[in-house]
T-cell receptor
């Protein structure tokens, strides 16, 4: 079965600094990869997804991620964060349409 | 309309109560999902309905009973819950019939079992 590991449970950064949230996956077959964001007391919102094609994926709110098959990674990056980016970020993997598995999450805290 | 709505937003119930959570979407999606999310944990898949039929049940206890009365509605009936069932319950929906379809999540129902 597929799974994901988010390497950092908490990432504190200062406003306007760059950030990288790390995600590694394991699967014996091709998978789809996603990053979701969850603001306090809200549901999940899709930031970006990798299905196939270009390994650099651009998402909403200035985020991007790079799929690296050899390192089985899908790290999320943003060149300059804002206070409003403070949230929980989940990496997820899916092998088919209905079976999505989430990583443990990374709490991003942006400080002024 | 690209929204998944869930009611109620909050629910407090005793261990002997019977209650239901409701989820609704009008995007024409034919797959609907229930997830359970404990505090500071990722969502865990509970049930998947595909074309109004239960397709995945992740070994969820029988005190949780899902129902999909039509393609727009998804219910989760609760009976004789335990305090450890307190969590955020998320509903999601997606299209069917393609290699991959994005799941759209509702805001969740925060359930507290006393």
């Amino acid at each position: 079965a597929q799974s994901v590991t988010q390497l950092d449970s908490q990432v504190p950064v200062f406003e306007e600094a760059p950030v990288e949230l790390r995600c590694n996956y394991s699967s014996s077959v091709s998978v789809y990869l996603f990053w979701y964001v969850q603001y306090p007391n809200q549901g999940l919102q899709l930031l970006l997804k990798y299905l196939s094609g270009s390994t650099l994926v651009k998402g909403i709110n200035g985020f991007e991620a790079e799929f690296n098959k050899s390192q089985t990674s899908f790290h999320l990056r943003k060149p300059s964060v804002h206070i409003s980016d403070t949230a929980e970020y989940f990496c997820a993997v899916s092998r088919n349409n209905n079976d999505m598995r989430f990583g443990a999450g990374t709490r991003l805290t942006v400080k002024p | 309309d690209t929204e998944v709505t869930q009611t109620p937003k909050h629910l407090v119930m005793g261990m002997t109560n019977k209650k239901s959570l409701k989820c609704e979407q009008h995007m024409g999606h034919r797959a609907m999902y229930w997830y359970k999310q404990k505090a500071k944990k990722p969502p865990e898949l509970m049930f998947v309905y595909s074309y109004e039929k239960l397709s995945i049940n992740e070994s969820v206890p029988s005190r949780f009973s899902p129902e999909c009365p039509n393609s727009s509605l998804l219910n989760l009936h609760l009976h004789a819950l335990q305090p450890e069932d307190s969590a955020l319950y998320l509903c999601a929906s997606s299209q069917q019939g393609f290699d991959y379809n994005e799941q759209f999540f509702g805001p969740g129902t925060r359930l507290t079992v006393l």
